[in-house]
């Protein structure tokens, strides 16, 4: 049977290296974005250069009749999903904590917890044994941000992402006699345009001398670690927080 990933957010940065990982490695890949239509098609080709069966879905992962029909599209084409990606996610300008809007609030916990909620939701919907799936595996891309806290920066994305490490926890545990392995990846400085949304395209250069290997690493290094984690080698791995993030 062929082993088909979804990735949510996959049209740029650490979602894209993992879609084309991900076909390298024989998955048939589902690259979901928001915006982007052009990247996500770039994205698709290159899955299609290596083999995969590839197909590009916008759909606000914040919106449950989208995220719905992102599940419903991917299963119709490219059969059941064995693997979610949960890698959308938004940050925004770098600012103190006093200064945050209730819109800003609303709008980073949406993108970056319910909307991950929501995907988990439907993909365990899919996948547990005890619906009548065959099982599958949930990788989340958490953050280094949730255990720095990310003070004078964007402590409330840092929470999301203590909301999200919480999720992969107690999910994994719920599940875990069901087929499905849920485990999360913490990247550090990862060089991505992520950073231009805080206000600081060059964030990474600036902040590498903090990382104790002395630079950012790149969204295929991430990738590596979410591959694995998606795959058999991490067959009794599940509830793991696992962190890529150059010692920091
Ligand atoms: P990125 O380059 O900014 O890419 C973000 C991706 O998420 C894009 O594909 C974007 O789609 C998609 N997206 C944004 N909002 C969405 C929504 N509401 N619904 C569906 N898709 C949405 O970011 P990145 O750096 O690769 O980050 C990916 C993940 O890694 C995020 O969860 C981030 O928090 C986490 N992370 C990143 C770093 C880092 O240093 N880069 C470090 C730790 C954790 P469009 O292309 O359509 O806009």
């Known amino acids: 049977m062929s082993k088909v990933m979804l990735i949510t957010g996959g049209s740029r940065g650490i979602g894209a290296a993992t879609a084309v990982q991900a076909a390298e490695a024989g998955y048939d890949v589902c690259v979901n974005y928001a915006n982007n239509a052009d990247a996500a098609a770039e994205v698709v080709a290159e899955c299609r250069a290596s083999g995969a069966s590839a197909m590009a879905v916008r759909a606000n ?39 945050f809007s209730v819109e800003r609030l609303r709008e980073v916990v949406d993108v970056n917890v319910i909307g991950a909620m929501l ?41 999301t992402k203590g909301a999200m490490d919480t999720m992969t926890i107690g999910l994994a545990r719920e599940v875990a006699d069901e087929g499905i392995r849920i485990n999360a990846v913490r ?24 990382v104790p290997m002395q630079r950012g690493g790149t969204a295929s290094e991430v990738a590596d670690l979410i591959l694995y984690l998606a795959s ?4 009794y791995v599940t509830g793991s927080l696992v962190n890529v993030s150059g010692g920091r």
Do not use: K, W
């Not at 599940?71 to 059941?80: H, I």
């Not at 619906?131 to 964007?154: D, R, T």
């Not at 058999?232 to 067959?235: E, F, I, T």
């Open 119 to 159: 995907c988990a939701r439907e993909a365990v919907r899919r996948m547990s044994t005890r619906h009548g799936g065959v099982g599958g595996s949930i990788v989340n891309v958490s953050s280094a941000a949730s255990y720095l806290g990310s003070p004078n920066e964007f402590i409330d994305y840092a929470a």
């Open 61 to 99: 992962v914040a919106v449950e009749s989208e995220v719905i029909d992102l599940f419903e599209e991917t299963t119709a084409e490219l059969g059941p999903i064995s693997c979610l990606v949960n890698n959308a996610g938004i940050l925004h300008e770098i600012a103190r904590f006093d200064t």
């Open 187 to 210: 990247p550090g400085l990862i060089d991505t345009e992520i950073h231009t949304s805080a206000g600081l395209p060059d964030r990474v250069e600036r902040l590498q001398a903090n």
């Open 232 to 235: 058999d080698a991490a067959s």
